[in-house]
C-alpha cells in the first residue's frame, strides 16, 4: 500500500513538471552561466565562484559545463590526432612511393650510360628510324646468318631498358623503351 501511494505521489509529480517549467529553469541556468562567463572574462575564477557561492546550484552548473567543455575540446584533440596519423602514414606512403620512383630512375639513367656495343646502337638505330622492327627485320638488315642471332641481340636490349616487346599474334616486334 505504501508503495503504491508513493509511485501515485510520484506520478503526480512528474507530471506537474511540465517542459515548459523544464525549459524556463534551463534558461535561467544558462543565463546565470553567461554571466559567470562575461564576469570570468574580467575577473579570476576565484571572484567568479565567490560570487555565487551563496548558490550551490550555480557552482554544480558550472562545474558541469566546465566538464562539458572539456569533453568537447577532448573530442576535436582526438579527431585532430586521428587526422594527424592520417597524414603522416599518407607522408610515409609517399616519400616511399618517392624513393621507389628515385632508384627506378637511378637505375634507369646508370642504363643511359652504359656503353653499348657497335652492333647494339645499329639495332637501336634501326628500330628508332622504323618505328618497330621484329627479329626477321634485324637479321635482313644487319644480315645475320640466321634469326636466334637477331632475336638473341633484341631480347638482351630488351631487358637492359632500351627495347620494348610488343607482340601482334605470333610476330613479336620491338620498340624503343
Not at 18 to 24: F, L
Not at 148 to 163: D, F, Y
Amino acid at each position: 500500500m505504501i508503495n503504491q501511494d508513493k509511485s501515485e505521489h510520484d506520478s503526480k509529480i512528474s507530471e506537474t513538471i511540465s517542459q515548459d517549467t523544464i525549459n524556463h529553469v534551463s534558461d535561467e541556468v544558462n543565463h546565470l552561466y553567461n554571466i559567470s562567463v562575461s564576469l570570468a572574462k574580467e575577473a579570476k575564477l576565484d571572484d567568479v565562484l565567490v560570487f555565487f557561492k551563496d548558490n550551490p546550484s550555480f557552482v554544480g552548473l558550472f562545474v558541469y559545463k566546465l566538464l562539458q567543455e572539456k569533453q568537447e575540446q577532448s573530442k576535436v584533440i582526438r579527431e585532430l590526432c586521428k587526422k594527424y596519423e592520417l597524414v603522416q602514414r599518407q607522408n610515409e606512403e609517399m616519400l616511399f612511393l618517392l624513393k621507389q620512383n628515385q632508384q627506378v630512375h637511378n637505375d634507369s639513367s646508370q642504363k643511359e650510360f652504359k656503353i653499348l656495343s657497335e652492333q647494339d646502337n645499329k639495332i637501336l638505330d634501326f628500330v628508332e628510324k622504323q618505328g618497330k622492327a621484329s627479329a626477321n627485320d634485324i637479321q635482313g638488315a644487319l644480315n645475320y646468318k640466321g634469326q636466334n642471332g637477331a632475336s638473341a641481340r633484341l631480347n638482351k636490349l630488351t631487358n637492359e631498358g632500351h627495347l620494348k616487346k610488343i607482340r601482334a599474334g605470333k610476330q613479336v616486334y620491338f620498340i624503343m623503351h
